[in-house]
T-cell receptor
């Protein structure tokens, strides 16, 4: 029973297209995140939601729009895809006190823009 | 400005020996430090953490050491096993700021040879 699930696992699309990545967690956590791992393997936070409310919005192009319909779901929509958007996108969730107990990550979505 | 750095991109050790992975940080506001392990095509998995009021935390074969004055932490794995071969990320967060955001290093690939 997957704790944090992301779909799709792989996504290949052309420049200029719009795409969405979905994330769901069944852990009852209040906080969810989107992280981007670029070609240098560096994991960088993009967004964080706490109980459907946006609490972290890093300097991400406004072509990226997160949506949290409820605290178990955090989706990522990307408009007008660019080559530089190619990366692995990880969804994660955490309980209160995540500083000590860490995040639970999904298995990632590998986005390739051609 | 990369606040968490793992200066060794890779490490190779013999099975049964000790693996030592290092991490340096620059932000003195960080007060929780975590290690994650990541296998290919999977998301990072939380391994062990330490708060800044401690200098050592142990969990089975894994021990994390924190040197606050040097802004340095390390993960020791003893004895190393082939199944430990993975990418290891260190991460840091601040309890009072950043809304629970963890800042990650760029990872060290550990290879344990049989």
């Amino acid at each position: 029973d997957t704790a944090v699930s992301q779909t799709p696992k792989y996504l290949v699309t052309q420049m200029g297209n719009d795409k969405s990545i979905k994330c769901e967690q069944n852990l009852g956590h209040d906080t969810m995140y989107w992280y981007k791992q670029d070609s240098k393997k560096f994991l960088k936070i993009m967004f964080s939601y706490n109980n459907k409310e946006l609490i972290i919005n890093e300097t991400v192009p406004n072509r990226f729009s997160p949506k949290s319909p409820d605290k178990a779901h955090l989706n990522l929509h990307i408009n007008s895809l660019e080559l530089g958007d190619s990366a692995v996108y990880f969804c994660a969730s955490s309980p209160p006190g995540n500083h000590y107990y860490g995040y639970t990550f999904g298995s990632g979505t590998r986005l390739t823009v051609v | 400005d990369q606040q968490v750095k793992q200066n060794s991109p890779s490490l190779s050790v013999q099975e049964g020996r000790i693996s030592i992975l290092n991490c340096d940080y620059t932000n003195s506001m960080f007060d929780y430090f975590l290690w994650y392990k990541k296998y290919p095509a999977e998301g990072p998995t939380f391994l062990i953490s330490i708060s800044s009021i401690k200098d050592k935390n142990e969990d089975g074969r894994f021990t994390v050491f924190l040197n606050k004055s040097a802004k340095h932490l390390s993960l020791h794995i003893v004895p190393s096993q082939p199944g430990d071969s993975a990418v290891y990320f260190c991460a840091a967060s601040s309890y009072n700021t950043n809304a629970g955001k963890s800042t990650f290093g760029d990872g060290t690939t550990l290879t344990v040879k049989p």
